[in-house]
């Protein structure tokens, strides 16, 4: 295997995109430090590296990236990272009459305000070796806003998006580039966690998307049938770190190609409407009132 000019941290690295990330960079040669919020899930990280045959490479860490106090504290213990992939993330569902203020704050704080923090902690020791990788694991819901009740989660990656492209002329002099890998559906713990929040607001009959909820839930869980492997992700976040010229977006997946080619050339009332109709939004009342 190449030498590899350091080792990398994966975010939310237990599952889904991280987790095949993870695996698959680590049988390429990379020693991989990888995030979990918990023990439990650490332990899970390290069973599928043993089962991958990676174990010796792979090197769980048990921290909550949007602890940011914690983030700081915990990189003092850490090596200089060539690489970081800010993949840890998760859809918060509701509308956004009902999302309360702190779990708005939460949704930005893990998915917008942590790859900051864990860039900014990078930074420093990718100038020490001389240039570095940051990949943002954004999401097609950061180019074009089409998920109903999914409107924080949309704001999280449209900032990520903003962050990135910012961050990138930042850091460009010091040999670090940053790359935006914009997923479509895939299946993901987002997706299935997207189809508990709205089984959960579901049961509130008396709110007035209750129907919304009803339409959402049945179709992630569909998605979530069907949905192809995290695995094409993780195959695009390595073309990233080991490219010698990274793209700066990195569009994975035929919806995600398909929304962005025929985005420019779709009037916003035509999406508009596909967008109620998708969640059921021209009467949202759930079907037993009807």
Not at 87 to 116: F, H, K, W
Not at 174 to 184: D, M
Request: charged share 20%; with cysteine; net charge neutral.
């Amino acid at each position: 295997m190449a030498t590899r000019p350091g080792p990398l941290l994966v975010t939310g690295a237990n599952s889904g995109i991280g987790l095949a990330s993870v695996l698959r960079l680590a049988g390429r040669g990379w020693h991989v430090w990888g995030t979990a919020r918990s023990a439990e899930k650490a332990e899970a990280l390290e069973a599928a590296a043993r089962e991958a045959d990676v174990a010796e490479r792979v090197h769980p860490l048990v921290l909550d990236v949007s602890d940011h106090d914690a983030v700081s504290e915990a990189w003092q213990g850490l090596p200089d990272f060539y690489g970081v992939i800010n993949n840890a993330g998760y859809s918060e569902v509701g509308a956004i009459e009902e999302v309360s203020a702190a779990r708005a704050r939460t949704q930005l704080d893990v998915n917008l305000i942590a790859p900051a923090v864990v860039s900014s902690c990078a930074l420093p020791g990718m100038r020490r070796l001389g240039g570095g990788r940051i990949v943002m694991v954004s999401s097609i819901a950061g180019r074009a806003s089409v998920l109903p009740l999914n409107g924080w989660y949309h704001a999280s990656k449209f900032g990520l998006e903003a962050l990135s492209d910012v961050l990138r002329v930042e850091v460009a002099s010091f040999g670090v580039v940053v790359s935006l890998v914009e997923p479509g559906l895939f299946k993901t713990g987002i997706i299935s966690g997207t189809a508990e929040q709205a089984n959960e607001a579901q049961q509130h009959r008396d709110s007035p998307y209750a129907g919304a909820y009803e339409r959402v839930s049945w179709y992630t869980n569909l998605i979530e049938r069907f949905a192809p492997s995290p695995d094409h992700v993780a195959r695009t976040i390595v073309s990233a770190v080991e490219s010698r010229r990274p793209r700066r977006r990195y569009l994975v997946g035929l919806d995600a190609l398909a929304l962005v080619a025929t985005q420019p050339f779709t009037p916003r009332a035509l999406t508009d409407l596909s967008v109620r109709a998708f969640g059921g939004l021209f009467n949202s009342r759930p079907r037993d009132r009807y």
